[in-house]
Nanobody, 122 residues
């Protein structure tokens, strides 16, 4: 089982990026999928998650109104549209699958992808 994240890059503040995470090896259409990020010197944090039916996605307060998580179960892919990017969004972004516990806890996730770097310049 592998998760492959892509779409990161260097963008100016106020710009946009769209991250993709493709799962291979099995289907995760019935699982909650999450996006996380880890900035240098900081702990990895949950950014957003989405249920299999895409109802009521969750966002951390710092990205509400700017980021949108979505999924295409037919393609086994989850997306993170990031608009109005800020330098504080600079981090390595990871996707993962919730396999236990509550979707609000990072410990509930597994099958971490390799991450994609997002750098926002001021």
């Amino acid at each position: 089982v592998q998760l492959q994240a892509s779409g990161g890059g260097l963008v100016q503040a106020g710009g946009s990026l769209r991250l993709s995470c493709v799962a291979s090896g099995r289907t995760f259409s019935s699982y909650v999928m999450g996006w996380f990020r880890q900035a240098p010197g900081k702990e990895r944090e949950l950014v957003a998650f989405i249920s299999w039916g895409a109802a009521r996605p969750y966002y951390v307060d710092s990205v509400k109104g700017r980021f949108t998580i979505s999924r295409d179960n037919a393609k086994n892919t989850v997306y993170l549209q990031m608009n109005s990017l800020e330098p504080e969004d600079t981090a390595v972004y990871y996707c993962a699958v919730q396999v236990r516990g509550t979707a609000y806890s990072i410990q509930s996730y597994d099958y971490w992808g390799q991450g994609t770097q997002v750098t926002v310049s001021s």
